[in-house]
């Protein structure tokens, strides 16, 4: 079984409400869905979706990355050999981890379909009970608007609420004492400040959060300021989580080495694919850190695959952010999945071969 051709299409979905993050707002949910096909007739998917206010990457770079250096750099390869597969795209070119993000998701995708595995046990875990719970991701808005949103999404199943901030670090802690006060005390309430305190002020924030009532803090401060992390995390109070400062194996042991966070943030996309992801997950669990499997966020597909990393990891113990499909008006990939989610705080794990998203045949 060789690789023998790629396809790809665009793929757009309406946010229910524009996403708004401090670096930026989309209106819809774009991603590059891609097919790879072996000589033998099979098929693997994969997706990537380029949130360029988060990852500066486009989108017509991205579908050039693919088309004209990764995928190419894969035909005519095994597509089980994954440490191979990412030695040639590395070979090919420079970064573009959302291409090659893509691809690995498709290689994985292809490997389970061809092992009769579910992702999960591709990735090392063990059968689970079928469920997975998300955290549900609230995104810029007034504070009556945020602090609704996180209450209702609550009472629905959801114990763990992601509010989106770092605009206006008083107005922060504002909506963090209105939300702890609506929500039940059993649910777990964290910020993402998306880099958005200024070194002077972060840790005098981060000390009214914590009392506030906030349990964890994410990506506070500039990506490249491990050292100002470092001294946040040592005061206490909250937890750590680095995201926009784990963009590679090498930035998450740099973190490690200067104790950086206490939780990284492993977004699939950002760092490659479920190959590199795992990489970054065994360092974590090395150094005794947990894991939260992140995304930007994306459609069925590679939310899927975030689904399975984060069942397959036992250190990962917050709750993955696996809302990108229930945040568009319709899902076009892998909806089944997501259906019960909004009421239940779960996500159905699919135990099918695979990705389990369900998509056959070809994609042009």
């Known amino acids: 079984m060789k690789i023998a051709s790629f396809h790809t299409r665009v793929v757009r979905a309406r946010y229910r409400r524009p996403f708004v993050i401090s670096s930026g ?76 993000a893509a691809l690995d998701l498709a290689l994985h995708d292809l490997a389970g379909r061809a092992a009769g595995w579910p992702a999960h046990l591709l990735l090392g875990g063990g059968q689970v009970a079928g469920t ?20 209702r999404y609550a009472a629905a199943g959801f114990r763990h609420v992601k509010l989106k901030g770092g605009d206006d670090p ?36 981060v000390a009214r959060l914590a009392d506030a009532g906030l349990d964890l803090v994410e990506q506070p401060l500039p990506r490249w300021d491990l050292e100002g992390l470092a001294a946040l995390r040592a005061r206490g109070g909250v937890r750590v ?14 973190v490690v080495r200067r104790g950086a966070a206490d939780v ?27 894991v939260k499997v992140g ?10 695959a975030a689904a399975h990393l984060s069942a397959a990891l036992p250190h990962a113990t917050v709750p993955p952010d696996l809302v990108g499909p229930l945040l568009v008006e319709d899902e076009p990939l ?8 909004p009421g239940t705080g779960l996500v159905e794990l699919p135990l099918t071969p695979g990705l389990g998203h369900g998509l056959e045949g070809s994609t042009d």
Request: hydrophobic residues 45%; charged residues 20%; proline residues 5%.
């Open 170 to 205: 008083a107005l922060d802690v504002e909506l963090v004492t209105t939300v702890r006060k609506a929500v039940p005390e059993s649910v777990e309430l964290s910020l993402d400040a998306n880099e958005g305190y200024a070194p002077g002020e972060a840790a005098r924030t």
């Open 264 to 290: 990284l943030n492993i977004k699939i996309l950002k760092v490659g694919g479920l190959y590199r992801a795992r990489q970054i997950a065994a360092l974590a669990e090395t150094a005794g850190l947990a």
């Open 334 to 341: 892998a909806p089944a999945p997501f259906a019960g989610t």
């Open 132 to 151: 997975v719970p998300t955290t549900w991701v609230v995104g810029l808005g007034t504070l009556d608007e945020m602090a609704e949103e996180a209450a």
């Open 241 to 254: 989580m680095a995201d926009e400062s784990v963009q590679s194996a090498h930035d998450a042991l740099e």
């Open 25 to 100: 707002t989309s209106p819809d949910l774009v991603s590059l869905v891609v097919e790879v096909r072996t000589t033998d007739g099979a098929s693997g998917f994969g997706e990537a979706s380029p949130m360029t206010a988060y990852t500066g990457e486009t989108l017509a770079g991205l579908c050039a990355a693919v088309t004209e250096h990764v995928a190419p750099a894969l035909v005519g390869r095994d597509p089980r050999d994954l440490a191979g597969a990412h030695a040639a795209m590395d070979a090919a070119i420079r970064g573009q981890h959302l291409a090659k």
């Open 295 to 304: 995304t930007m966020p994306e459609l069925g597909v590679a939310t899927l």
